[in-house]
């Protein structure tokens, strides 16, 4: 006999040639036929090593009779090649090979009933039966419908291999086979019931793929069982005997035997789930639907349909519960429902698995079927011709009746179909349950291979593997919106469009309250044939999902159409939200969910570059060389006005990046409060060396006459800047040595006065209002002042509430050698030797009570005012302030102007218990975080949690809350501070 040389078997995809030419060595003559059809499988290898088992099985003759059957060769070498679970298979029944001989087979599909029949037939019962029951041993029966079932099932995926089936035909052949498998398990298990089967009537639903026609090879069979009790027996008997054929009929399915098992039956999507009784008569199926049903229970039964037993009775159930299924989408919260549900899917993909899950990762299988059954939810309603349960035919129902265009439905078509093709080669290797794609070489040859992928096999599947999730995801995003968007861009394009009404029908589906204006918005942005406007149509669809996800879509999109006016002409913008999905998803979220960041971003809009980069604060340092650089290239040719515009032009900028990171969840409450500090001191450092550098030059001297310091005081002091905050600060002076103090002064007085009206003006970024109150004297102090005169105010005049006060005290902008010795100067004051006396405590605690009397405005809430509410952040702040004017002289951690840095050395030090420091903690970051997120979602500060719903929802968003959970938000606020002010009647009161 010839053999084959190695490098020629390697040529055909043998991976281990030795190996190779041994069997074929084995097997003997006529194998040199069967060389070239053996380079076609998925694995040769495997495949001529199964042709060995069998032809030692069948004896002489098996290979010389398969060589002269090239169509039953092919067949036979692509299941051996393919799967190893059928490879067993025939190993145990040898004389199964002969069932891939037909003729016929890759040309006809066998009808349900020829399954329903062979099927009943293996277990002994008769077909023609109104309620067939088995006859052959339970065992033998178990075991006889498992041989039958693989029997059929290696026909199937010899045509589908050999043949090329369509997915859809093969899919539908598999759900046929898993109706007549429940058929004759049920008559196994009404031989197991006995006599008291007559009593019931059951009506096995299939659910799931196998409801809509297209099952995997290996899946979970969904199910829904329905009876009705026979004359004369009564609701509870009736009950016992569907719930045992019920669970008979699963254990016949799912139970391991020596010829393994078919796959498990899930009846989990029935009323209750796995809590609810497993069968119920359609009367209770009814009323449980119309009273406690789930939207997504009734997008399950978009797929119900008879499957087994008694088939009048399913069609009756089908019936009855069939109108549940299309008011679904005018149930309220439906679309908070549904993107709950997508959610839910997405956070229980394991991250390890994300990139190669076939179904339910980003461009997978499940993207499809969603978006193709949340439009028959919304459009089936009254449009009955897209009342599909199989995708694909649903797909093409859809693209017919122009809710989807037809190069849309076409791809979205091509894309899925490769995709289930993946998955049914992935699962008929092993016959397993799987939708995650291998990583390793050997499984991908075999997995590209078996689709035909000869040469270069893992380059081209990973290629149009990668080709076909972009696709799909880009289709998925697009889906649900586009016919929308035709409806309203007025320009010709060989589709059928959506009617206004059913556009608006649309939007209110989606969350927006105004659905006219949003129609309106969308015209605006998407009319006419210009570039911008084809780009526009291509942004929206997946901008209008994103932005219905947020707490304010209709503002949301009122926000994208006057951004998109004032940069949709800038070549930057609509490439960055086309090409960077990060980009313009963060981008979504920001418009509908905080007017604040949205009206810095209209202001400088070329700040949305930095939602493609990280968004963690820059450092003060960094800033104060980028605000001190751009300000001395302005003012070498315009005045210091110009120039401090344009570090408000960065400062601006900053703001939009931190308070875009605290809404996307990038930066906690302390990260926040600290880099809005950092950037008021860049802010306040670049303005003044601007300013003092004018007003040298205006005066024509070569150094300023005096040196100048600003302190920053209150919550700037502390680094925990809101956005609603002023800088509280101090101005200090110190003249040069040989300066008249006259001048130094008013040179001083002049250059801050420029710096606070420079910094105050109106203009496009939020003013940065400079509050010197807490200076000696208060109003009627002298703004600016040396630092011999703050030592003679402190030593002769100051109260212990500027004691209080200079605890915040942070000398951080302006000359280095005044701060250093203001900060000298003020420790001894703050941080008093021995600490407070009883007097300094009453007279502390005299001045709290005074303010918490007078300061709350009136018809505020104090349960509910963040600021000086009961438990609020004045409560928690006066009482660390009260402990380090006791204790901080004796405990160095005390000296921080630092509210959390202060409970911490506090608790550490044993002032206060570790649980109460731990609830002042969480208290003052919630209330913080509040506060900022009230400013964010309003767009201007208030200092009371909200009370409307509308700003209460937003807030919650913000913070993280799901949907509807405002009442949890208050509650968690209210039970917060109820906690704090506790701890606060305790250490501060006393």
Known sequence: MTLPGKGELLRLGFNDPDTALKD??????????????????????AALAGLVVLAESQGDGFIEELAGDEGTAMRLVSVLGASPALTDHLARHPAQWRELVDPTLGTTRPAAYVFRASLLEAVGAKSADASPVATVPDAEAVDALRVEYRRWLLRLAARDLAHQLPVDDVAAELSDLACATLEAALAVARARVGVDADKVRLAVIAMGKCGGHELNYVSDVDVIFVHEAADGVGDDVALRVATQLASNLIQVCSAHTAEGTIWPVDAALRPEGKAGALSRTITGHVGYYERWASTWEFQALLKARPAAGDLELGRA????????????????????????????????????EADRELKLGAGGLRDVEFAVQLLQLVHGRTDTGIRQPTTLSALAALTRS????????????????????????????????????PDDEESLRWLARSLGYLRDPVVRLEKEWGHQRIEVRRLHEKLFYRPLLDAVARIPSGQAHLSAKAAEARLTALGYADPKAALRHLEALTTGVSRRAALQRALLPVMLQWLSEGADPDAGLFGFRRISDALGATPWYLRSLRDEGLVAQRFATILST???????????????????????????????????????RRRTTTSAEEAVRHIRAIRRRELFRISAAELLGEAEIDTVGAALS???????????????????????????????????????????????????????????????????????????????????????DPPLELDADLRPEGRQGALVRTLPAYASYYAKWSGIWESQALLRADAVVGDPQVREAFTAMIDPLRYPEGGLSEDDIIEVRRIKGR?????????????????????????????????????????????????????????????????????????????????NAVTLARGRPADSLPAGPVELHAVATILGYPDGATDELVNDYLRMTRLAHGVVERVFWE
């Open 678 to 764: 950092r950037l008021t001191d860049a802010t306040l450092e670049a303005s003044l060396r601007t300013v003092v550098a004018e007003e040298v030059a205006r005066r024509e001297i070569e150094e300023p006459p005096t040196r100048i310091a600003i302190i920053a005081m209150g919550r700037y002091g502390g680094f925990e800047l809101s956005y609603a905050s002023d800088a509280d600060v101090l101005f200090v002076h110190q003249p040069v040595e040989g300066a008249d103090p006259g001048e130094a002064t008013q040179f001083a007085l002049k250059v801050i006065a420029d710096l606070r009206r420079l910094l105050a003006l109106p203009g496009a």
């Open 402 to 437: 122009g809710y989807v265009g037809r190069e849309d439905g076409e791809a979205m078509h091509e894309a899925y179909a490769f995709l289930r093709r993946m998955e049914h080669r992935l699962q008929l290797y092993r016959l397993r349950r799987t939708h995650v794609v």
């Open 851 to 931: 303010v918490d009397h007078e300061r709350l405005p009136r018809g505020a809430d104090p349960n509910t005012h963040l600021k000086l509410g009961r438990g609020g952040l004045a409560d928690i702040e006066w009482t660390v302030q009260l402990l380090q004017m006791r204790h901080a002289y004796a405990v160095p951690g005390l000296r921080t102007p630092r509210t959390v840095e202060a409970l911490q050395a506090a608790r550490d030090a044993s002032l206060i218990e570790a649980d109460d420091a731990e609830t002042l903690i969480e208290a003052w970051r919630m209330v913080s975080r509040v506060r």
């Open 594 to 632: 905080s007017r604040y960041t949205t009206a810095l971003l209209e202001r400088e809009p070329e700040a949305l570059r930095l939602l493609g980069h990280d968004l963690a604060p820059l450092s003060a340092e960094a800033l104060t060389d980028e605000m001190v650089a751009r300000a001395a």
């Open 317 to 352: 159930y089908v019936d009855a519960v069939n109108p549940f299924v299309w008011k679904a989408a005018e149930r309220d919260g439906f679309v908070a429902d549904t993107q709950k549900m997508r959610r839910r899917v997405i956070a229980h993909i394991p991250s390890k």
């Open 24 to 45: 074929l060595a084995a097997l003997g003559d006529g194998t040199q036929e069967l060389w070239a059809i053996l380079g076609q499988a998925a694995d040769p290898d």
